[in-house]
């Protein structure tokens, strides 16, 4: 009979060698594990290292996600159909939530695989914890345009939706990009408009804070250029 393929969805720290927050059950699921399939390979060897120095990491197998591209999705199905136990692991934060692996899991399915989600940080449930933003309904956004006419539209529309549903709109934007963005958010949403910015998550720098536009507006800015942020926001 055909050994059932598992598949566990590890966490990666959100800040580089910070392993506090992960729990102690990673380590003996990614002992199971014959075969990864990563977003950034050289971290994730990296990542492992730490937490189980004794790993000799030449004797896995290593499969880079980028977006899961047909050659990719092939590679994994193989190993699902010999039934090898497979690690997937995220740059940053839980596989499948703003990353290329929900499109492995959804193949892990089909294929009628064991999937095994582990606990970890996740930067976008972390923000909107510590927001004091509505946690009973809230919807993550992803990336905004990177035009300003496109960003400031999109903003408008979520500040619009999060009105009419209240519901809490979580947005991210590229690092180098984040000071452009809390400028638009700034000069787009209504003053009464609260936002919360969460920054450097589980990190020594973190920074979260929650403020109405208006009273953004007359504090000093974070500095936030390069810096892993989440954005969260309430009308």
Request: with cysteine.
């Amino acid at each position: 009979m055909q050994k059932t393929s598992t598949v566990y969805l590890i966490p990666c720290w959100l800040e580089d060698q910070v392993t506090a927050p992960l729990p102690a059950y990673l380590l003996d699921a990614i002992k199971q594990c014959q075969v990864f399939f990563v977003e950034n390979e050289r971290s994730a060897r990296r990542y492992l290292k730490v937490l189980w120095k004794e790993m000799v990491i030449d004797d896995y197998e290593w499969h880079t996600i980028h977006k899961a591209e047909e050659e990719v999705k092939s590679a994994f199905r193989a190993a699902l159909k010999a039934g090898r136990t497979i690690g997937l692991i995220s740059e940053a934060g839980c596989p499948g939530i703003a990353d290329p692996g929900q499109i492995l899991t959804a193949a892990a399915h089909e294929a009628g695989a064991i999937v095994r989600p582990l606990v970890g940080p996740s930067s976008i449930l972390l923000a909107l914890m510590a927001s004091g933003l509505n946690g009973q309904q809230f919807r993550f956004a992803g990336y905004l345009p990177v035009d300003v006419t496109g960003r400031t539209k999109a903003l408008k529309d979520l500040e619009a939706e999060s009105q009419r549903l209240h519901c809490t709109q979580i947005f991210i934007e590229t690092p180098y990009r984040n000071n452009h963005v809390l400028a638009t958010i700034l000069s787009t949403c209504g003053p009464t408009t609260r936002l919360c910015v969460a920054a450097n998550l589980t990190g020594s720098a973190e920074y979260i804070r929650t403020l109405s536009v208006e009273d953004w507006n007359k504090t000093a800015l974070p500095e936030l250029h390069k810096v892993p942020a989440i954005f969260c926001l309430l009308a």
